[in-house]
Nanobody, 123 residues
Framework: QVQLVESGGGLVQAGGSLRLSCAAS????????LGWFRQAPGKEREFVAA????????IYADSVKGRFTISRDNAKNTVYLQMNGLRPEDTAVYYC????????????????WGQGTQVTVSS
């Protein structure tokens, strides 16, 4: 089992950058595939990015490709989401998620979730 705690959200102007972090408890963090998802008010939760347990594979939603970068540091039990070129439509609560067997864009595939961190991008 793993517990996830996100941080790094905040208010930023359009075009700005933020780096989200998700710290995990547990000694088996390196065996988990990790994902970032987001949910804006009145909208469904949507996939942002995912990284495999080794860090060797990453995938991104088309809407963030080229602007966001997911990475992980297994020594620190942390996954990151570097967000550059932020747009007002990126405003949402961002969640990290973990799963030991599944990897990809389906939110229902992930067993463990953090509480979320708010990102607000002003125009």
């Amino acid at each position: 089992q793993v517990q996830l705690v996100e941080s790094g959200g905040g208010l930023v102007q359009a075009g700005g950058s933020l780096r989200l972090s998700c710290a995990a408890s547990g000694r088996t963090f390196s065996s988990y595939n990790l994902g970032w998802f987001r949910q804006a008010p009145g909208k469904e939760r949507e996939f942002v990015a995912a990284i495999s347990w080794s860090g060797g594979r990453t995938i991104y939603a088309d809407s963030v490709k080229g602007r966001f970068t997911i990475s992980r540091d297994n020594a620190k039990n942390t996954v990151y989401l570097q967000m550059n070129g932020l747009r007002p439509e990126d405003t949402a609560v961002y969640y990290c998620a973990a799963d030991q067997t599944k990897y990809g864009s389906g939110w229902s595939w992930y067993d463990y979730w953090g509480q979320g961190t708010q990102v607000t991008v002003s125009s």
